[in-house]
């Protein structure tokens, strides 16, 4: 009932052209969703009627099985970057590798004992339950308390982050200082140039400019590429040509393949000063004390790039992020299991 | 390289096509020998359109229907090897679907990746709904083949719970790379919203599947799950005027 309930919600905010997603944030799902979790716990509790101590230790298990394979990745990935820069980077290799060898020993170990306690079909559904549960507490929490922000920083390696500001005026302190040292855009290909003509105030064809070493070529006409400048207001570099009718020469960009942030943190550990610098990209964000920055995009006008990112409080993002794998890893088990046990 | 794509794609649909014919004449040995030659062809099909897009080829909606019959046939194999269900031709009859699909998509043979989508999630998150939208189908055909041949229905709750587990993963590896990426593992974004409503609707099947009182609602229930893969799979990224973070998968 409480599923058919959620399905008819979300239908409800899910049509394609009439999407309403404020129905998703409203008290009506709220309410579901906390029905949603008291079921799934209590649907666990009794799927695991006489192996209740076997599914907990089972679950504590396989927590700790993941964290394995996930140290097993983490630090693995690290010895291999530190490998690959080499010379004194070694013993931090060295390090890394022991930390993801540990990861190994804890996934066989915590692995083998998930496998001989989780030993009927039934428990795994029930596990599938609880990391529902799990997942829906997370969410509630980061519903309630998460604090995220939208900021845009210029990678000046002056400008320096100290706190957060909402859009009610409410400010946190971050407890550190980040500064953004430098931008780099990486493109699939190179820079195009187009000439754009306007006679009486109306756009005329654009044509296509040819570049040849350090000019720039059209028919007869050429111009050199560092005559293009940028000014306040105008997106890309830019050369106004005189003449009637009126045309300007502009330079676009080729298309994004990635961008990366220099990033620096100047925060304390136990009293003492400490300073972190990372590499912020899209899908790997930045982590200090208890807020995240993700990199979102980037502004770059005059000569000056500023960078957007978000950051992040989310006091549920591990309990839900723990429910999605329990979930993944439940409900293979559980119905991928020999189906003549499943019953 | 665009003429081979294309010959390619065809020699695969016609082989699964043929895979299906040879059951219809109850031929079930020609079946599955035209099948594993249809996954080759869909092999040097991927390769192909690894080759044009310099990347994995899953970068538009050709490519991920391309790729179809190259996760069914190993699905096939499981079903009969490991559940002792023989549903080549349904499979084959699923891939030739998505296949004629392939044909009718323009041919995007570059494909530059955003920065998003560079990603270790990509690749497994992709192939996973891939599997399970495959399945899903091979589901409702199943259950609209029941309506004829009763014994059809428990073999598509069998399909679904050899699909749900991907579709599971297809879900929330989404909101794991969603938290690296745009910084928030839920967005209520229309394809997250679509794609969790066809999770419950999965979900309700495996509730009510278990309850012989229940045994009216199997058919429905799958028929709708079917209805709402579409929709998250093909209404919400071929309708130009939805606004969705997923926008570049159209």
């Given amino acids: 009932m409480a599923l058919g309930a959620a399905c008819v919600l979300l239908l409800a905010g899910a049509f394609p052209l009439l999407g309403a997603p404020e129905v998703y944030r409203g008290g009506a799902m709220m309410l579901l969703g906390a029905l949603v979790v008291l079921l799934c716990l209590w649907g666990g509790w009794r799927l695991a009627t006489g192996k209740r101590g076997q599914l907990i230790c089972g679950l504590i298990f396989l927590f700790f099985t993941v964290t394995g394979l996930s140290m097993l990745f983490q630090y693995g990935a690290k010895a291999v970057e530190y490998a690959g820069i080499g010379g004194p980077m070694w013993a931090g290799a060295v390090g890394m590798g022991c930390v993801a060898l540990t990861g190994v020993v804890f996934m066989a170990v915590f692995g083998f004992l998930c496998y001989r306690v989780m030993n009927a079909p039934v428990l795994w559904l029930a596990g599938v339950h609880w990391a529902v549960a799990l997942l829906g507490i997370g969410a509630f929490a980061d519903a309630a308390y998460e604090v995220r922000v939208p900021v845009t920083l210029p990678a000046d390696a002056r400008t320096e982050l100290t706190e957060l500001v909402l859009d009610d005026g409410r400010r946190f302190d971050l407890g550190f200082r980040l500064r953004i040292d430098d931008f780099r855009v990486q493109h699939y290909d190179d820079a195009t140039y187009t000439l754009y003509s306007f006679e009486k105030g109306r756009p005329g064809p654009a044509q296509q400019v040819e570049r040849r070493g350090d000019m720039l070529h059209l028919g007869s006409e050429s111009w050199p590429v560092s005559s293009l400048t940028s000014a306040p207001g105008m997106p890309h570099p830019f050369l106004m040509l005189p003449g009637n009718p009126a045309r300007v020469l502009v330079q676009k960009p080729g298309t994004v393949k990635d961008y990366c942030a220099q990033v620096v943190a100047f925060t304390d550990h136990r009293g003492r000063p400490e300073t972190h610098k990372a590499e912020l990209r899209v899908n790997s964000p930045f982590a200090c004390k208890d807020w995240r920055f993700s990199l979102s995009s980037y502004r770059q006008e005059a000569g000056r790039t500023e960078v957007l990112l978000q950051a992040r409080r989310a006091p549920g993002r591990f309990a839900a992020l723990t429910g999605m794998l329990g979930i993944i890893i439940c409900t293979a088990v559980w119905c991928w299991w020999r189906k003549e046990e499943q019953a | ?250």
């Fill in chain 2, 1 to 250: 390289m665009i003429t081979l794509v294309y010959t390619l794609t065809l020699f695969t649909l016609l082989l699964c096509l043929g895979s299906v014919f040879a059951a219809v004449l109850k031929r079930p040995a020609d079946c599955r020998r035209a099948f594993d030659a249809a996954w080759v062809g869909a092999l040097l099909l991927f390769v192909a359109d690894w080759v044009l897009a310099q990347a994995p080829p899953f970068g538009n909606m050709r490519h991920v229907l391309a790729f179809f019959p190259l996760v069914m046939v190993p699905a096939a194999y499981y079903l009969r090897r490991f559940r002792g269900l023989e549903l080549t031709a349904w499979l084959a009859g699923a891939s030739a679907i998505a296949l004629i699909g392939a044909l009718c998509m323009p041919l995007q043979a570059g494909w530059r990746q955003m920065p998003a989508l560079q990603s270790p999630w990509f690749v497994p998150h992709v192939t996973a709904y891939v599997i399970s939208y495959g399945l899903m189908t091979v589901a409702a055909m199943l259950t609209l083949a029941s309506f004829r041949r009763e014994s059809l229905l428990d073999a598509a709750g069998d399909v679904v719970r050899l699909s749900l587990p991907f579709m599971t993963f297809g879900l929330w590896s989404g909101a794991l790379w969603a938290d690296a990426a745009w910084g928030g593992y839920w967005a209520w974004d229309i394809k997250e919203a679509w794609s969790l409503l066809t999770w419950c609707i999965y979900l309700i099947y495996l509730h009510v599947e278990r309850y012989p009182a229940f045994a009216g609602w199997r058919r429905p229930l799958l028929l709708l799950g079917f209805a709402a893969v579409v929709v998250t799979f093909l209404v919400v990224n071929l309708l130009p005027r939805i606004e969705s973070m997923h926008s570049y998968a159209q």
